[in-house]
């Protein structure tokens, strides 16, 4: 069984929040002590930021990309539960153990320890006795695949972040516009201004503080699957190449931290 870093992180990406606490408590405090609160609260704006960098989002990507963004935002405050990589290396370390003491078919007896099913998946290939090649081909074209729609949906939230300044700039063309046409109306002057202003301001706010590290988190989740996923491929097969547990945990090691390495190893000597 693995474990998880902490609790919170098991429930919710606390990172996140903290981030979110943080970045408006300072934004929100800058505008209340310039009385700006309510001043930068604009519909009109809003409308054209969002809606526009939604829209651009659409024509960029296929529906069957879109429809998937509101899974990855469930991933940025909810994320899975994180495997501890050492904890990781030191099962698949047990496991050719038992596969050199006991031969390849004995690992049929672990399947029930083990929650990784990228992990059982791998095993089961070789249990089953399929060549190496296939297995490594398999285990590689997999990874392939989750990297790319990771990727995918990560350029999403990038391609908005790179969207909603231009439609912020639009806003503001749009406003000035306004304030050109109604020189001579001065009550429509304040409105008009207000969308030149506020229009710039949520197109780089929206950019800065929501899609772009959106994306970011995103990849970082993304990083940290796939380097499993990438432990456990050159765990399954140097299981199934017969290599002495020595070897396997020195082809593993490189995946962790010197110091993490270093602590983790000592306490199983």
Same mark, same amino acid.
């Given at each position: ?32 002590? $310039? ?5 930068? /609260?604009?519909? !009109?704006?809003? +409308? ?22 509101? =899974?990855?935002? @469930? ?13 990781? +290396? @030191? ?13 390849? !078919? ?8 083990? !929650? ?17 090649? =296939? ?11 989750? *990297? *790319? ?6 350029? %999403?939230? *990038? ?7 231009? /439609? ?32 710039? /301001? ?33 765990? %399954?097969?140097? =299981?199934? @190449? $017969?290599? +002495? ?25």
């Amino acid at each position: 069984m693995f474990a998880v870093t902490s609790l919170w992180e098991n429930i919710m990406d606390l990172m996140t929040i903290l981030g979110i606490i943080t970045g408006s408590g300072a934004i929100l405090f800058v505008m209340w002590r $310039g009385n700006m609160i309510y001043m930068l /609260f604009n519909v !009109e704006a809003l +409308v054209l930021i969002f809606g526009g960098t939604f829209g651009a989002a659409m024509i960029t990507y296929p529906w069957r990309i879109i429809k998937q963004l509101p =899974i990855a935002l @469930k991933i940025i405050f909810f994320p899975p539960r994180r495997v501890n990589k050492e904890k990781l +290396v @030191k099962q698949i370390i047990l496991l050719s153990e038992n596969a050199k003491q006991n031969g390849m !078919e004995s690992l049929q007896n672990d399947m029930s320890s083990i !929650e990784t099913p990228f992990l059982i998946d791998g095993l089961q290939m070789v249990i089953d006795g399929l060549e190496i090649d =296939i297995v490594r081909e398999k285990l590689e074209k997999e990874i392939y695949s989750i *990297r *790319r729609r990771h990727q995918q949906l990560a350029n %999403v939230f *990038r391609s908005m972040g790179t969207y909603a300044p231009i /439609f912020g700039l639009l806003g503001t063309l749009v406003g000035v516009v306004q304030v050109l046409r109604n020189l001579t109306d001065p009550q429509s002057l304040g409105a008009s201004m207000a969308i030149a202003m506020t229009a710039s /301001f949520y197109g780089i706010f929206s950019a800065n503080f929501l899609f772009l590290p959106i994306a970011g988190k995103l990849t970082s989740h993304s990083d940290e699957e796939i380097l499993l996923k990438e432990i456990i491929t050159k765990g %399954v097969i140097s =299981i199934q @190449k $017969g290599d +002495v547990p020595v070897v396997v945990e020195k082809k593993l090691e490189a995946f962790i931290s010197f110091k993490k390495r270093k602590k983790e190893f000592k306490k199983a000597s």
